[in-house]
């Protein structure tokens, strides 16, 4: 790790850093804001999403590596720094002032109740103060009427080991064995155990779980599902269950080396096998191992942490993958922000069909070619290389132009499709990292599915149990 990408690191370990409080990215060659955190100099500043950086500080960026920007964005506390912009709606670039603070990243970007007595958590990373904010929120849904939980750990890649430990130590007595670490050098073998009294060992507890889920958060799903604590639900975990430690070199960088493993309470090890060919496969049956729970449920190592209940991802329209791939869904919210001063709260929101027809009517000219039409072009490249007959050539021309008929039928096949994820995109806009997870959880399958089993104890009871 060079010294120059310390700073990234140090972020990623705290959850702070001093800047604006802004994600940025590149499309088509333009560094746009891509969102806006809370309360932060760059959202109080009057900063959008969308916006394009065009100067920082007088200096031209446009053709900076997005890196060179961000860096050119940070800097100490209460220093000054310069954003000129371009902006949808406007005819001259936008100058703005911004005073740049530590900015805080959440943990927990959002909690709040799905049902009555249903609560929510989305825990995005296990940084410093992860475990104080999981709490005050488990603390204040109780106090909301909340008698179930649902932990939210997809998309989580881990973080730092000790606040997995007190994470797993809110809902598990004090004592118990959370994981273990083995390694050929054998100070470095530990047994990590709570060391607090529990805050609720009896809430059911259901968390969500996919191919996102690494290292801290695989050590969370391990820990819940060898003692019965909870119900995995979603999908399996990505298998990172190795232990890095940093050793200081010269001129400031550091070596990140693998040092050990992680292991369950059951003794299973999270590491899969051989994931970077396997990522997304079902592992052999040879390959694995056999371990038992606390009451005799058999589950399995060598290919990270299985689901008790495997939750397939939405999938998409052809159609809906090229709008999100070509960036026009993020387009079109800019244009739609730009005529839309307020809309609905987060949670009332929704998009109109004469909304969704505008989006029609504004997509008349942009080009967002299926995957299919690729191959279809392939397809005749290769035909009229090789001199295959006119007529062959002819009827893969007459192909494309029925697929591309298609798709134009396709924003109305799919419109419902089309429409929820425009909905959204815009929610986001306005309400920022929070509304988008308020949109999500409308129609999240997974969210839908551990809130029937919360509501069914006794299915929940009996997957608790050895078939």
């Known amino acids: 790790i060079p010294a120059e990408a310390s700073a990234s690191l140090q972020t990623l370990t705290t959850g702070a850093y001093a800047g604006i409080g802004a994600m940025i990215g590149t499309k088509e060659d333009k560094h746009l804001i891509l969102m806006l955190y809370q309360g932060a100099p760059a ?61 805080d990243l959440k943990n927990v970007p959002y909690f709040g109740q799905i049902k009555p007595d249903v609560g929510y958590i989305k825990l995005d990373n296990f940084a410093l103060q992860s475990t104080d904010e999981v709490k005050t929120a488990l603390k204040t ?8 939980l649902i932990l939210d750990l997809r998309g989580n890649p881990g973080g730092i080991l000790e606040e997995a430990i007190k994470i797993a130590n809110l809902f598990l007595d004090k004592g118990l064995l959370v994981v273990e670490t083995k390694s050929k050098l054998g100070n470095l073998a530990k047994t990590y155990k709570t060391k607090e009294p529990a805050y609720d060992t009896q809430i059911p507890l259901i968390v969500l779980i996919d191919q996102g889920s690494a290292s801290a958060a695989e050590i969370i799903a391990g820990v819940v599902q060898d003692y019965d604590r909870g119900i995995l639900v979603g999908k399996k975990t990505y298998g990172k269950g190795s232990v890095q430690s940093l050793r200081p070199l010269p001129y400031q960088a550091q070596l990140k080396v693998t040092t050990a493993q992680y292991y369950t309470p059951s003794g299973r090890s999270i590491q899969k096998i051989n994931y970077p060919q396997q990522l997304g496969t079902q592992q052999t049956d040879e390959l694995k191992t056999v371990f038992k729970t606390k009451q005799g449920r058999m589950v399995y190592e060598g290919n990270g942490i299985d689901p008790d209940i495997e939750v397939e991802k939405r999938s998409i329209s052809p159609i809906t993958t090229s709008l999100l791939v070509q960036g026009l869904i993020f387009d079109y919210t800019t244009v739609f922000c730009a005529q839309h001063d307020t809309i609905a709260p987060a949670q009332a929101f929704r998009l109109s069909e004469a909304q969704y027809q505008d989006f029609v009517a504004w997509l008349a000219d942009k080009e967002y070619p299926y995957a299919l039409e690729a191959g279809i072009d392939q397809l005749l490249t290769q035909a009229q290389s090789e001199a295959y007959p006119e007529d062959i ?21 799919h419109s419902e499709e089309i429409k929820l994820i425009l909905q959204e995109s815009i929610i986001g806009r306005y309400y920022l990292q929070e509304g988008a997870i308020q949109a999500m959880l409308v129609h999240d399958h997974a969210i839908q599915q551990a809130c029937a089993l919360l509501e069914d104890q006794g299915r929940y009871q009996a997957l608790l149990q050895p078939s």
Do not use: C, F
């Open 43 to 103: 959202h109080q500043g009057g900063l959008r999403i969308g916006d394009q950086i065009l100067q920082v500080n007088g200096e031209d960026v446009q053709k900076k590596p997005i890196n060179q920007v961000s860096s050119l964005l940070k800097g100490s506390p209460n220093t000054a720094v310069r954003v000129t912009i371009a902006r949808h709606g406007l005819d001259k670039p936008l100058q703005l002032k911004l005073t740049r603070a530590k900015v």
């Open 141 to 148: 849904l109780k106090t909301h009427g909340t008698q179930k």
């Open 393 to 413: 050539q002819t009827k893969i021309s007459a192909l494309k132009t029925q697929v591309q008929r298609y798709k134009k039928a396709d924003l109305q096949t």
